[in-house]
């Protein structure tokens, strides 16, 4: 049995914004289309790293998607429940610390532990 929740549909998709034009319209379907296969490839990244996790400029560098469409991606998973943020942190290529994302159903380790520390 699976550590994680269920995820044998695709992801679900969200109302993408459009202004009623025929060409808006074909847009935000396209759009649609395109941010659940984003969202599926950030979850699948996710998932193979383990406990090990993830921050978000490690899912950027990992899969290519920009951050502008890592960060609603990310978004939209925390709040399907397939993904969760932890306490713990790692740091960014600026120096920032960064906090770790991990599959839902996934132990979270120490919560003091932060950047370079065993298992975060």
Known sequence: MSDYPSSNERLPLFETPHNGSD???AAAKSAASNASRQR???LQFIRDRGDHGATRE???LATGISGNSTR????ALCKA????ETSCTRR????NAARVLVAAGKAERD???TTGAAGC
């Open 81 to 84: 429940g397939l993904i969760r």
């Open 40 to 42: 599926e490839r950030i």
């Open 92 to 95: 960014t290529a600026a120096g």
């Open 72 to 75: 609603p991606r990310v978004r």
């Open 23 to 25: 060409t808006s319209r």
């Open 111 to 113: 919560p003091l532990l």
């Open 58 to 60: 490690e899912i950027e």
